[in-house]
């Protein structure tokens, strides 16, 4: 079956703009996730949904940061405004439901590059 | 908090070698969940393995095992007979239960696998 995909899976753009980053869970998936790749500060998370709820937002870096979903399947990240260090490659996960063991699988990602 | 480390940054072998990578992790969950990504130059992290914190039971899956061990907090990686194909930037992560759902990385360690 297919796997988690994104788009674009490369964006640039100038400082000050706004990005919005798309994410296509699995299937059935009800669990998605996050996370930011840079090369200072590793692999870090910033958002997890169940459904269409967000019940942990803690790891958004400020308020330009936001994501939503619906439907309960795609998911958009939106960067306002973005800065330099916005930089980094940003990584969705989805799992088939919240309980921890669950296992997490990534999308390949998409490289912001922020001039 | 939960914290994972691996110390290691950078190992290079020659093929054919095995290599051990190392995972140590802090939590005060007693019920917990780690896991181990492969990132290759491609980019995609991919899931190689979960194991719970009740299961110490090693595991073996063709090159590749796991060795977990609560008393030291430590859950690592052997590749024996390493291949080319090896080559790669290996995550250990881990996830509690209950409150929030994040996987929580280590820095990652990159193996290359020289011919």
């Known amino acids: 079956g297919a796997g988690v995909s994104q788009s674009p899976s490369n964006k640039v753009t100038e400082k000050g703009k706004d990005v919005e980053l798309r994410c296509d869970p699995i299937s059935g998936h009800t669990a998605l996730y996050w996370y930011r790749q840079s090369l200072g500060q590793g692999l870090e998370f910033l958002i997890y949904f169940q459904g269409n709820s967000a019940p942990d937002k803690s790891g958004l870096p400020s308020d330009r940061f936001s994501a939503e979903r619906t439907g309960g399947s795609v998911s958009t990240l939106t960067i306002q405004r973005t800065q330099q260090e916005d930089s980094a490659v940003y990584l969705c996960a989805s799992s088939f439901g919240r309980r921890s063991q669950e296992t997490q699988y990534f999308g390949p990602g998409t490289r912001l590059l922020v001039l | ?115």
């Open chain 2, 1 to 115: 908090a939960q914290k994972v480390t691996q110390a290691q940054t950078e190992i290079s072998v020659v093929e054919k070698e095995d290599v051990t990578l190392d995972c140590v992790y802090e939590t005060r969950d007693t019920t917990y969940y780690l896991f181990w990504y492969k990132q290759p130059p491609s980019g995609e992290l991919v899931f190689l393995i979960r194991r719970n914190s009740f299961d110490e039971q090693n595991e073996i899956s063709g090159r590749y095992s796991w060795n977990f061990q609560k008393s030291t907090s430590s859950f690592n990686f052997t590749i024996t007979a390493s291949q080319v194909v090896d080559s790669a930037v290996y995550f250990c992560a881990l996830r509690g239960r209950g409150g929030s759902e994040k996987l929580v990385f280590g820095k990652g360690t990159k193996l290359t696998v020289n011919p």
